[in-house]
């Protein structure tokens, strides 16, 4: 199991649920570190269904979405699934305006995207 | 934090009705935004401001900056970005300068369209339209100023 140092990885039966540990997704360096280590769940681990589940994140930048962008264009290569849970509405409203709410499958609660793998 | 930035911060004055004022040239390193958020961040809650609409211009400066200093001066060391900032209870103007080429923002592709929605960059400019209130390019388009109007 890798050291992950962006990001909390534990299973829920045969769901991948990730955590992310900073509250502000924002810093150019850790952007990167967090592409790689989530990359690396797909790329590495080859884990099929995975669930973000965002709770305790206040701020993500542009450059967080691109690598979410990447992460679930992995996962999609890979005959995985990837979904989202307890965004706040902030963020949310920025998955609406720039219209990431059609690509990716955005649930309110972990319990509630575990239930639909 | 190190760097060779310089920084004008004005105290309050009753003329402005109060607002803080921040002038600073940033280097173009990855990460030198957090030098003028942290201090506007404090200013917003200090002057009043509700939580969404200090994501909104969080977002919108975090964007520019980076997109400065990215894309405008290709983090050239030689060359700096220019911030100017104004936090008062009803007005936050940012306006942000680069040493760079400049760009038409009329031609930076529609992020939302079909075929442009799993491409992983190309969005700080349409965020930073949608949360403010009013943005404006120069003309050579390396000066973007930003405006957020409470209510």
Redesign the interface.
């Known amino acids: 199991m890798p050291t992950h140092q962006r990001i909390d990885v534990s299973k829920v039966g045969d769901v991948t649920v990730v955590r992310f540990n900073d509250r502000k997704i924002l810093d150019e360096a850790k952007i990167i570190q967090f592409g790689t280590e989530l990359f690396s769940l797909v790329d590495l681990d080859n884990r099929k269904s995975i669930l973000l589940n965002f709770d305790g994140v206040e701020f993500l930048s542009s450059a967080a979405l691109g690598k979410l962008i990447t992460l679930d264009r992995k996962v999609k290569s890979h005959k995985g699934r990837l979904k989202m849970s307890n965004i706040r509405r902030e963020i949310y409203d920025v998955f609406l305006v720039t219209k990431l709410n059609k690509v990716f499958d955005i649930h309110a609660g972990e319990t509630e995207a575990i239930s639909a793998f | 934090m190190a760097h060779d930035s310089s920084v004008r911060a004005a105290n309050p004055s009753p003329e402005d009705g109060g607002a803080w004022r921040l002038a600073i040239h940033l280097p173009s390193e990855?990460?030198a935004s957090?030098i003028v958020t942290e201090g506007l961040l404090e200013q917003l809650g200090i002057h009043g401001w509700e939580?969404?609409d200090v994501?909104?211009i969080?977002?919108a400066a975090?964007?520019a900056i980076?997109n400065a200093i990215v894309h405008g001066n290709k983090l050239d060391p030689h060359k700096q970005v220019y911030v100017e900032c104004l936090v008062s209870p009803e007005l936050v103007r940012v306006e942000i300068t680069d040493e760079g080429s400049g760009f038409d923002p009329a031609q930076v592709p529609d992020?939302?369209s079909d075929d442009r929605?799993?491409?992983?960059?190309g969005?700080?400019v349409?965020?930073m339209r949608?949360f403010m209130t009013r943005i404006e390019y120069n003309d050579k388009g390396n000066r973007v100023l930003m405006e957020k109007r409470k209510g």
């Open positions: 990855r990460g957090r939580s969404s994501f909104s969080h977002l975090e964007e980076v992020c939302t929605l799993d491409v992983p960059s969005r700080g349409m965020l949608t």
